[in-house]
């Protein structure tokens, strides 16, 4: 029988025994609710049958439980203080491959082919807040087969996740979520489920992946980078969005008659723009340049508006 590491005591035990200490920087907010963590699993649909990429499994309290669920699990954690008490708290399992390494670095297509051998994949983590965003897209656009990612986030960049056009929190990351998977909040989680608490609210949220994109664009680049440019700048009007925006190179005619051949106002807001209009407003503009390329795709997104 395996020390349940969601229970506090456990916990701290592991944490006295090493004299470890967190470390801020690197997000270290550590889940202490067996509740929480049974149903980040089963959210996650793990069976022997999957292959689970973790991403920061601390002191291996997740790592357990997905080992217990799936065929395999690869866990990639950056902090090598935590590597000899996950060798401890995970010695145990033979399901288990621990990394040493950033996971904004790491090759996942290489884990995936090496670790894998063919089977689906899934995503779990009780995620480093201060890196959400660039981890997420980068699962996304690594062309890895993954089924789904279920993930705690902050609270508010969860619901940034779900909502559509006309809510505050609509942004470039609604969109860019949307675009590749259906998101389902799974559960809201309070400060101390963790130790340390962190000074923000949790929520589990589900991205299950499209089999197809829900919208066709011929540019998905372009559309990204019009979908970027007009979160930018909040309070502009899309015309002036986009016509100042620095990575593209419209002409203000060009992006004035595109939204004119949409039916939209001239003064229309970026944020009122669902997905699918974003889509043919990038068909639009890609047609009228002729093939010419009039925008920097910035590769890394490391931040999204
Ligand atoms: N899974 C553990 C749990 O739920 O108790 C720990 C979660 S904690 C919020 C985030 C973990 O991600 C920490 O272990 C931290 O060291 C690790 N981490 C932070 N940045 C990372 C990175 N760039 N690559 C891999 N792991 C990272």
């Not at 969109?175 to 962190?198: D, S, T």
């Amino acid at each position: 029988m395996h020390t349940d590491l969601g229970n506090p005591k456990n916990t701290i035990s592991i944490i006295q025994k090493y004299g470890f200490s967190f470390q801020k920087k690197y997000g270290q907010n550590f889940l202490i609710d067996t509740h929480v963590l049974d149903k980040i699993i089963a959210a996650s649909g793990v069976t022997k049958e999957h292959l689970v990429l973790e991403i920061g499994p601390g002191i291996g309290t997740m790592t357990q439980r997905l080992a217990e669920a799936a065929g395999h699990v690869a866990a990639v954690e950056i902090d090598s203080n935590l590597i000899p008490i996950l060798e401890e708290t995970l010695g145990d399992y033979e399901n288990v491959t621990i990394i040493n390494d950033d996971i904004l670095k790491v090759d996942i297509g290489k884990i995936a082919r090496e670790l894998g051998g063919g089977l689906p994949i899934k995503v779990v983590a009780n995620l480093p807040y201060y890196i959400t965003t660039p981890i997420i897209m980068g699962l996304f656009e690594s062309g890895v087969p993954i089924d789904n990612i279920t993930v705690m986030v902050q609270k508010e960049v969860a619901d940034r996740m779900q909502v559509g056009p006309g809510s505050k929190d609509y942004g470039a990351l609604s969109l860019a979520v949307q675009y590749y998977a259906e998101p389902y909040i799974v559960a809201n989680v309070p400060p101390n489920c963790f130790i340390p608490r962190p000074n923000v609210g949790s929520a589990v949220i589900r991205l299950t992946r499209h089999k197809e994109p829900p919208v066709k664009v011929k540019d998905r680049e372009l559309m990204f980078c019009l979908i970027r440019a007009s979160f930018n700048q909040r309070r502009k009007t899309l015309l002036n969005g986009l016509y100042n925006a620095q990575e593209l190179s419209f002409s203000k005619e060009e992006i004035s008659s595109a939204i004119e051949e949409m039916g939209l106002l001239p003064a229309v807001r970026g944020e009122t723009l669902s997905l699918s209009e974003f889509a043919r407003l990038s068909d639009l503009l890609g047609k009228k340049t002729g093939g010419k390329k009039k925008y920097k795709f910035l590769k890394k997104i490391e931040k999204i508006p």
